[in-house]
């Protein structure tokens, strides 16, 4: 380029603020201001001395906590409970979502990309709660209903996560196999399943910290767990319970969020 030619940003600066930019700029800020106007939100109400006396009130209740022993060791019963579910679902999920994953990628031909995506949309736009209601009529209150649930909403989203991974996988190496004489599933196996494999289990791990969250909500559905803990303690106005059961909450999604984050750190190779 010419010392005399102006650059890009110049000419852009010259050519003045992009008309779409602006539009949609425009649009957003108008529809962020409509939504508030809908809702009709009060902020005033909720910083309201009233409201401010009613929120301290209900918070000291919950203190302090329960710590006896007794109370303490059917919240870390619950807690084991609550690991298990959301473990063996997200595990299920892993299986199902991977089966999936191949003919949503398009693997198998354009009729059964769009069944299997169609079947994805459908798993994980059910939530998670419709699916422990239904799984509790289906198999009993407990937490092999909460596993279903999971297993269920979470098979969609990994289908549809690890369907993208393995569309931008790069089709070399499986393609080289398969012209060296190689078979399908090996070649899929040893040319596109180790580069889609790390990203698949970062998803996997992200998604059971997330489960985790989920697998204590669905205890008030009757799935076991803390959250069924919680539901009962609080429905009988037990608020120094409940504060020892949302405190075990606290500490197992730390724990478990500390373990997957140091395991995805893992997975990232060391530059040199």
Known sequence: MSPMEPSLSERARAAGP????VL???????????????LGIDFRALVARESLASMAKFVAEFFPPDLSPDFLGRTAWGALQTL???????????????????PASGR???ALRQVS?????????VPELVWAA???LAAGLGPFAGVLALALHTSGVFGRLFGETL????????????????????????????????????????RWEMNIRMAAVLGFVG????????????SLFQQAQAATVIGAMFVLVFIVDAASGRLRRGLVPAHA
């Open 117 to 125: 995506r169609l079947l994805l949309n459908l798993l994980r736009s």
């Open 18 to 21: 992009c008309l779409g930019c």
């Open 223 to 234: 799935a076991g767990g803390l959250g069924q803990m919680l539901y009962f303690h609080l």
């Open 24 to 38: 949609a700029t425009a649009a957003i800020l108008l529809a962020v201001i409509a939504s508030f106007l809908y």
């Open 84 to 102: 298990a579910v959301s473990a063996l679902g997200t595990l299920i999920a892993m299986l199902g979502g991977a089966a999936l994953a191949l």
């Open 167 to 206: 569309e931008n996988v790069p089709p070399v190496p499986e393609r080289a196999l398969r012209d060296a004489g190689s078979g399908a599933v090996a070649a899929f196996a040893y040319g596109s399943l180790p580069l889609a494999w790390p990203q698949w289990l970062a998803y996997s791990l992200y």
């Open 108 to 110: 198998f031909g354009p």
């Open 134 to 136: 239904l799984m509790v």
